[in-house]
């Protein structure tokens, strides 16, 4: 069982940034896949960003937001820049085993999600 904890999240204003961090239990936390989603009042849980054997972005965040993990720290991080009203939403950590991992960009993917994260952006 891997036990994910997100922080970071927080109000902000159009145009700022924020770094989100995802904390794993998990030891051999190298060995997993990681991803963002978000969830909108109203809207389907949005694939984010993901980061296994390569990085994977949703067409609406690219050259914005970026994945990255340290794997000293069993922790994944999204740092979100140039924030939009628009993405604003409850932000989630998931993991999978990055063996058996397939379609890295939907939720039914991951095994292990953690309790999310707000982030509001103001206009």
């Known amino acids: 069982q891997v036990r994910l904890v997100e922080s970071g999240g927080g109000l902000v204003q159009a145009g700022d940034s924020l770094r989100l961090s995802c904390a794993a239990s998990e030891r051999t936390f190298s060995g997993y896949a990681m991803a963002w989603f978000r969830q909108a009042p109203g809207k389907e849980r949005e694939f984010v960003a993901s980061i296994s054997w390569s990085t994977w972005y949703g067409d609406s965040v690219k050259g914005r937001f970026t994945i990255s993990r340290d794997n000293d720290k069993n922790t994944v991080y999204l740092q979100m820049n140039s924030l939009k009203p628009d993405d604003t939403a409850v932000y989630y950590c998931?993991?999978?085993?990055?063996?058996?991992?397939?379609?890295?960009?939907?939720?039914?993917?991951?095994?292990?999600w953690g309790q999310g994260t707000q982030v509001t952006v103001s206009s």
């Open positions: 998931a993991a999978a085993d990055r063996r058996t991992l397939v379609r890295a960009t939907i939720p039914r993917s991951y095994e292990y």
